[in-house]
């Protein structure tokens, strides 16, 4: 059975803010880093005479680092071979209830952590198996699947990272899709998301 109608959430959670000490000098800065989540959920076909399933979720959870001044791509994704921790603090972290197919690659329904590096110039989404470390505690031998991203550039800067699952349009009896959209600072990242 296929989801069949697809509802977003974006939620933002635990805001903190500026310190006592900045407070103190009357210096505005940023926020600390937020925690937020990215949500889809996938509505299944109601069978006739039975009571309506329960939606089914994908689900990006991230720390939102912000820009603060600085220039250009996070600096990780400055030069190849350095792996980005996609978000700030604890790895970002993508909870699916419904197998996946991202970027071309087979995602099993599970918990899996987000990363991203450059290679060759390209940079490609890392699906990793491991979960509830710390961003920066990589071990890429746990890979699932390194998948291709989409980079352009914005028009204009966003101060906070945001990471979205944004669905597309979709006929009856076909499978539910849409986008899965990193933004941070002038840079965007994108790779499409497919229900199996």
């Known amino acids: 059975m296929r989801p069949s109608r697809i509802v977003l959430s974006l939620a933002l959670l635990g805001a903190v803010g500026a310190s ?21 959920s996938l509505s299944a076909p109601r069978v006739q005479g039975q009571p309506a399933p329960t939606p089914l979720t994908i689900k990006v959870e991230y720390g939102q680092p912000h820009v603060r001044g600085r220039a250009g791509l996070p600096t990780e994704l400055a030069k ?3 792996v980005w921790r996609v978000g700030a603090n604890a790895a970002t972290t993508l909870t699916t209830e419904v197998d996946l197919t991202i970027g071309g690659s087979e995602v099993p329904k599970g918990a899996y952590s987000l990363y991203a590096v450059r290679e060759g110039g390209k940079t490609l989404l890392i699906i990793n198996k491991n979960t509830g470390q710390w961003g920066t505690e990589y071990d890429g031998s746990k890979d ?12 204009e800067s966003l101060e906070s990272l945001q ?3 944004v669905p597309a349009p979709s006929a009856p009896n076909t499978a539910a899709r849409g986008v899965l959209s990193i933004a941070w600072g002038t840079l965007a990242l994108s790779t499409e998301w497919v229900v199996r």
């Open 20 to 40: 006592p000490i900045a407070a103190q000098s009357n210096r505005l800065t940023a926020a600390a880093s937020t925690r937020a989540t990215a949500v889809v």
């Open 80 to 82: 190849d071979g350095t």
């Open 144 to 155: 699932l699947a390194r998948v291709p991203l989409t980079s352009r550039t914005a028009a």
């Open 163 to 165: 990471i979205a699952l």
